[in-house]
């Protein structure tokens, strides 16, 4: 059972009792929450925390997701999600690849991807990549 790209960023889930809707699995809007969360611990492991963010009045904001349900997962169901960055243009975007998988069987649950677009956080407005940004960020990009 592999990824599907290689040098995946990894972090471990389990489905909690609050993720389960009506329908009785887990929401959509939980999975695009484990999607933030992958994407913030990854930067962080990158260099890039949020009080970093705020020193350089530089964020990456989310300009478009792609999400792909592809199977639900269930209350205490463990999973794994993966992300990479295949994209950074070294003047304003990049983009991160996810996908979910169930940890015992490898099952994918979700493949998706995030454009991010770089905003100055004191005004919202879009502006370049600092240097430090495309160094960490850049430093991470895995070939599609």
Same mark, same amino acid.
């Given at each position: ?44 492991? %990158?260099? #890039? ?7 350089? $009045? +530089?964020?990456?904001?989310?300009? *478009?997701?792609? !999400? ?10 463990? %999973?794994? #999600? ?7 243009? $070294? +003047?304003?975007?990049?983009?991160? *690849?996810?996908? !979910? ?44």
């Amino acid at each position: 059972m592999s990824w599907d790209l290689p040098e995946p960023f990894i972090i471990d889930l389990e489905v909690e009792p609050s993720s389960i809707d009506d329908y009785g699995h887990a929401n959509n809007a939980e999975y695009l929450r484990w999607v933030e969360r992958i994407s913030w611990r990854h930067s962080e492991h %990158l260099g #890039l925390s949020l009080a970093r963010y705020r020193e350089l $009045d +530089r964020a990456m904001a989310v300009h *478009r997701h792609e !999400l792909d349900y592809l199977a639900p997962a269930f209350e205490g169901d463990r %999973l794994q #999600l993966a992300t990479w960055i295949v994209d950074c243009d $070294d +003047r304003l975007t990049l983009t991160r *690849r996810f996908q !979910l998988r169930q940890r015992e069987d490898g099952r994918t649950l979700l493949r998706a991807r995030t454009r991010f677009a770089c905003i100055e956080l004191s005004s919202g407005r879009p502006r370049r990549l600092p240097d430090e940004f495309r160094h960490c960020y850049g430093a991470a990009l895995i070939s599609e």
